[in-house]
């Protein structure tokens, strides 16, 4: 966590970082697709982002469900 962030605080942050690497990695494979480039290697990556995310959210639940 960050100085005098709470946890709370600490997840929403975590969901906003995970949204945007959701969000660059479909970008760049779209990119490496239109270079007819392999995606394999990204696709992959963005499935552990994806889950990573996931995750978050879920912790976010359990926090706000309390």
Known sequence: MT???TELEMVQRHILEGERHVSRQLEIIADM???KQP???AENLLF???R???AHKAH???LTSN
């Open 3 to 5: 100085t005098g962030e």
């Open 33 to 35: 697709q239109f270079r």
């Open 39 to 41: 995606t394999g290697s």
């Open 48 to 50: 552990n982002f994806d």
């Open 52 to 54: 990573s995310l996931r």
């Open 60 to 62: 976010l639940e359990q």
